[in-house]
């Protein structure tokens, strides 16, 4: 048959190495050669299929991070971040791009349900304890994705330029520039507008073009790599730290 | 051959992050030269007495030019909250922060909502030519509204 004689080709087999054999040692060969698959553990202990206890929060934040890359990604191929384009992109993408308001309505939900979701697993981790040794290293990785995943919702917020965006960056860079020290209206001020740390972000001394683009870049290729390193170092630091958490 | 290789290595890494950050201040600035004209001190003088807000340069430059008495100054379009740009409603004479609520009255002086201080005011001189110039660069604060530039005797 042609589908056999595919399954046995050379081909088929440099990919797909171990078949479909149902034997214990050949399901743990299939999922450690997938590189996948491997990031779920080949065995399970049975609490962890109790959804009451985990929530599987932490599972729909990324899930909800690969919606955002996919629209995201998508959202790049119509969208200039210009202040003459942005908001006509914006409104492009809404009004005349094929299924473009469901795009860009996807990925925006999806942005506010991701604060949510990390939000409720960060409860659950911690009404469960589930935050103490072993696992207080992987808590603290949680915070810092915590952070950036506060980060990647206030850089696209700039994106549509609009007035809403434009004045909530407005007043956010504006708390920023009154840090201490480093901020030109903060205390002790040692800077200029010219070279605190507003400057820094805005790459300018007013919210304009540079800050547009110094926030795009950031949203769409900054952010998300140290999201993934850290989200890697999270699930290697779950298996590491002995497991999932358990009812005691 | 350890020492070298260590000690090349940190000094890439050394020279990299503050020539990162450098990188980031960039040297040329594409943004509106700081000072501009407003006109002759003849174009004030006339007019009713009181005072007067000048709306004609809000949406260019964020300024409102302000005349009470014979005194003009420039009122910096800034909420001194956190920096959105209030609105001038003339018939209840007063400035309104769309933001978070502020009120200021007409010479600036904040009376409701979370604005710490009056609104701030800019260099106003006249220039070489016998014009009267502003400067959005230097900013006075209240504490500084009777010093020599930061309003014009008219």
């Given at each position: 048959?042609?589908?056999e004689?595919?399954?046995?080709?050379?081909?088929?087999?440099?990919?797909?190495?171990?078949?479909?054999?149902?034997?214990?040692?050949?399901?743990?060969?299939?999922?450690?050669?997938?590189?996948?698959?491997?990031?779920?553990?080949?065995?399970?202990?049975?609490?962890?299929?109790?959804?009451?206890?985990?929530w599987?929060?932490?599972?729909?934040?990324?899930?909800?991070?690969?919606?955002?890359?996919?629209?995201?990604?998508?959202?790049?191929?119509?969208?200039?971040?210009?202040?003459?384009?942005?908001?006509?992109?914006?409104?492009?993408?809404?009004?005349?791009?094929?299924?473009?308001?469901?795009?860009?309505?996807?990925?925006?939900?999806?942005?506010h349900?991701?604060?949510?979701?990390?939000?409720?697993?960060?409860?659950?981790?911690?009404?469960t304890?589930?935050?103490?040794?072993?696992?207080?290293?992987?808590?603290?990785?949680?915070?810092?994705?915590?952070?950036?995943?506060?980060?990647?919702?206030?850089?696209?917020?700039?994106?549509?330029?609009?007035?809403?965006?434009?004045w909530?960056?407005?007043?956010?860079?504006?708390m920023?520039?009154?840090?201490?020290?480093?901020?030109?209206?903060?205390?002790?001020?040692?800077?200029?507008?010219?070279h605190?740390?507003?400057?820094?972000?805005?790459?300018?001394?007013e919210?304009?073009?540079?800050?547009?683009?110094?926030?795009?870049?950031m949203?769409?290729?900054?952010?998300?790599?140290?999201?993934?390193?850290?989200?890697?170092?999270?699930?290697?630091?779950?298996?590491k730290?002995?497991?999932?958490?358990?009812?005691? | 051959?350890?020492?070298?290789?260590?000690?090349?290595?940190f000094?890439?890494?050394?020279?990299?992050?503050?020539?990162?950050?450098?990188?980031?201040?960039?040297?040329?600035?594409?943004?509106?030269?700081?000072?501009?004209?407003?006109?002759?001190?003849?174009?004030?003088?006339?007019?009713?007495?009181?005072?007067k807000?000048?709306?004609?340069?809000?949406?260019?430059?964020?300024v409102?030019?302000?005349?009470?008495?014979?005194?003009?100054?420039?009122?910096?379009?800034?909420?001194?909250?956190?920096?959105?740009?209030?609105?001038?409603?003339?018939?209840?004479?007063?400035?309104?922060?769309?933001?978070?609520?502020?009120?200021?009255?007409?010479?600036?002086?904040?009376?409701?909502?979370?604005?710490?201080?009056?609104?701030?005011?800019?260099?106003?001189?006249?220039?070489?030519?016998?014009?009267?110039?502003?400067?959005?660069?230097?900013?006075?604060?209240?504490?500084?509204?009777?010093?020599?530039?930061?309003?014009?005797?008219?």
């Amino acid at each position: 048959m042609f589908w056999e004689r595919i399954k046995h080709s050379r081909v088929w087999k440099s990919i797909f190495r171990h078949g479909y054999e149902d034997t214990k040692r050949n399901r743990v060969l299939q999922i450690r050669s997938n590189v996948f698959l491997h990031i779920h553990p080949v065995k399970i202990p049975a609490h962890a299929y109790r959804i009451r206890f985990t929530w599987c929060m932490g599972g729909m934040t990324f899930f909800l991070f690969l919606v955002e890359v996919i629209t995201g990604a998508f959202l790049m191929f119509y969208y200039t971040p210009l202040p003459e384009q942005g908001y006509k992109d914006m409104l492009y993408l809404r009004y005349d791009v094929p299924f473009g308001v469901i795009l860009r309505n996807v990925h925006r939900w999806a942005a506010h349900l991701m604060v949510f979701t990390v939000i409720l697993h960060m409860l659950r981790v911690f009404l469960t304890g589930s935050y103490k040794p072993p696992r207080e290293f992987n808590w603290v990785v949680g915070v810092v994705l915590l952070v950036v995943t506060l980060l990647l919702s206030f850089t696209g917020y700039l994106l549509p330029w609009d007035q809403l965006s434009y004045w909530a960056i407005m007043v956010a860079t504006n708390m920023i520039g009154a840090m201490p020290f480093i901020g030109h209206e903060g205390p002790f001020s040692l800077l200029d507008k010219y070279h605190d740390i507003r400057f820094l972000i805005l790459g300018g001394s007013e919210v304009g073009s540079n800050a547009l683009l110094r926030f795009y870049v950031m949203h769409i290729i900054v952010l998300p790599i140290i999201g993934m390193i850290f989200m890697a170092v999270h699930f290697w630091r779950i298996r590491k730290d002995g497991k999932i958490s358990r009812p005691l | 051959m350890k020492v070298l290789g260590w000690g090349s290595f940190f000094t890439v890494i050394g020279i990299s992050i503050p020539a990162t950050v450098r990188f980031l201040f960039p040297r040329v600035l594409f943004e509106k030269p700081s000072t501009f004209i407003i006109g002759n001190p003849d174009d004030f003088k006339m007019g009713i007495s009181g005072l007067k807000v000048y709306e004609d340069w809000k949406t260019e430059q964020g300024v409102w030019i302000v005349r009470e008495g014979s005194r003009l100054y420039a009122l910096n379009a800034r909420c001194t909250h956190l920096g959105c740009m209030p609105n001038y409603f003339a018939d209840e004479r007063i400035f309104k922060c769309p933001c978070h609520g502020s009120q200021f009255h007409s010479n600036g002086v904040n009376f409701a909502g979370p604005a710490p201080r009056p609104l701030d005011r800019l260099k106003i001189y006249i220039n070489d030519e016998g014009m009267i110039t502003v400067d959005r660069g230097k900013i006075y604060t209240y504490k500084d509204f009777d010093k020599k530039e930061a309003y014009l005797k008219i």
